[in-house]
């Protein structure tokens, strides 16, 4: 029901596509004509909201995209779930980091700061909701940019290593081969210490 929905604005709308994802799809338009695309995007939200009044999906528009997915799906609540199951197996979490880069990322960064009260993870459990750009956020903290990201999962990896995560940094090493990452380490700002 949504797919062809999406494929008619898609069709109407150059530099535009859907991304189908496990379970979402996505209908990006960060290639069009930012005022086309913005209208675009609104006039296809407030249909599909119109059309999916009483089905259990959550519509969500974010920068540059449309998400439709089914409802009581997140981000935060598989990173919760992940937890969850660290701890049934008697595992515990060095630390607990989430990045996201727009306003669907939120509910990853409310669910993060209700974890520790869960008692989801040990009280002392480090926890980093980092957004990407300085912008209003549920995040505590936030990186620059993708190569902010970049810099800072590296220097994890570089921190961390066991063989498995050695060849995890392999792997990552050569997805980003062709990104230039300076030597220095990530900027990692704190929301709060800022003001803001």
Known sequence: MVEPFMNLYTEATDGSYIETKETALVWHHQDVDLGFGSSQAKEMLDHLESVLANEPVAIKSGQFI????????????????ILTLMMEKWRQADFVLCIGD??????MFENIDDIMKRNIVVLKTPLFACTVGQKPSKARFYLDDAFGVVNILSLLADASEPAHVIELEDDLATSVSSIYISDEPPQLGNRRDEGS
């Open 102 to 107: 727009d306003r669907s990322d939120e509910d």
């Open 66 to 81: 449309v998400k439709v997915k089914p409802q009581g799906v997140s981000k935060g609540l598989v990173a919760e779930k």
